[in-house]
């Protein structure tokens, strides 16, 4: 106490010290705003061939005709494939927002790296799965119908994303822990996957056998899924 006051006067450190830092928000991040403004310019581009093919969307998830009849119609399959694409990124976005998808070693990048990391975990997922598919030749199968089975996720994919998105704004208006909202959102996922995966396998089953389709779908679908939970889980 002697050496802090000194002649009746308090000594202070002119050291200043560190300023405490509050835990940021996800939009603080100068990276995910951009990418955030680029899923909303993207979403609002396509938001009317969306419109227009919500019908044939709505008939593939009620039978497995519908997903036929999208895949032979080439212009509406090619809007399908291009919407695909662009809703991959704000999909990407709400994984990385609510922690779906995360790794342990991701807590090691820095916040502005997370989104992109995020999206290149999702895209090695896909070119996982479409070297499954060009890996596992599917003999029994003619081009057109391996192509449908491949091109099925894409349908559930322009599913799950607005399910999300309304996920989102709810759980974030009523101030859901992100703990909560997280598994909320894997839920979902799991569910919306495993319609998918069973769309896929009346797709196949009406070409080969029921073991044979068990087969193929251990081999497209569900390795390269188990192979991202993998590294989801242990990594």
Same mark, same amino acid.
């Given at each position: 106490m002697d050496e802090i006051f000194r002649s009746g006067t308090l000594e202070m450190s002119s050291i200043p010290l560190e300023a405490v830092v509050e835990p940021s928000l996800w939009t603080d991040v100068l990276t995910n705003r951009i990418l955030l403004v680029l899923s909303l310019v993207l979403i609002l581009h396509r938001l009317l061939d969306?419109?227009?093919?919500?019908?044939?969307?709505?008939?593939?998830?009620?039978?497995?005709?519908?997903a036929e009849a999208l895949e032979q119609s080439l212009g509406t399959a090619r809007v399908r494939n291009s919407i695909a694409l662009s809703l991959t990124l704000p999909f990407c976005l709400i994984l990385d927002r609510f922690h779906v998808l995360r790794p342990a070693f991701m807590d090691m990048i820095p916040a502005e790296w997370s989104a992109p990391a995020t999206i290149g975990l999702i895209l090695a997922y896909l070119i996982l799965r479409r070297l499954c598919y060009l890996f596992f030749r599917l003999n029994r199968l003619d081009k057109k119908t391996a192509t449908l089975a491949r091109h099925n996720l894409y349908n559930y994919l322009m599913l799950v994303l607005p399910i999300l998105l309304l996920q989102a704004a709810v759980m974030v208006l009523v101030h859901v822990p992100d703990e909560t909202a997280c598994s909320v959102m894997r839920w979902t996922l799991s569910a919306v996957w495993v319609f998918a995966i069973?769309?896929?396998?009346?797709?196949?089953?009406?070409?080969?056998?029921?073991?044979?389709?068990?087969?193929?779908?251990?081999?497209?679908?569900?390795?390269?899924?188990? #192979?991202? #939970?993998?590294? #989801? #889980?242990n990594f």
């Open positions: 969306l419109f227009r093919l919500t019908p044939p969307l709505l008939y593939s998830y009620s039978r497995s005709r519908g069973g769309r896929t396998g009346q797709i196949l089953h009406a070409h080969c056998s029921g073991f044979s389709t068990f087969l193929y779908l251990c081999a497209l679908e569900i390795l390269p899924a188990s #192979v991202l #939970v993998a590294v #989801v #889980v």
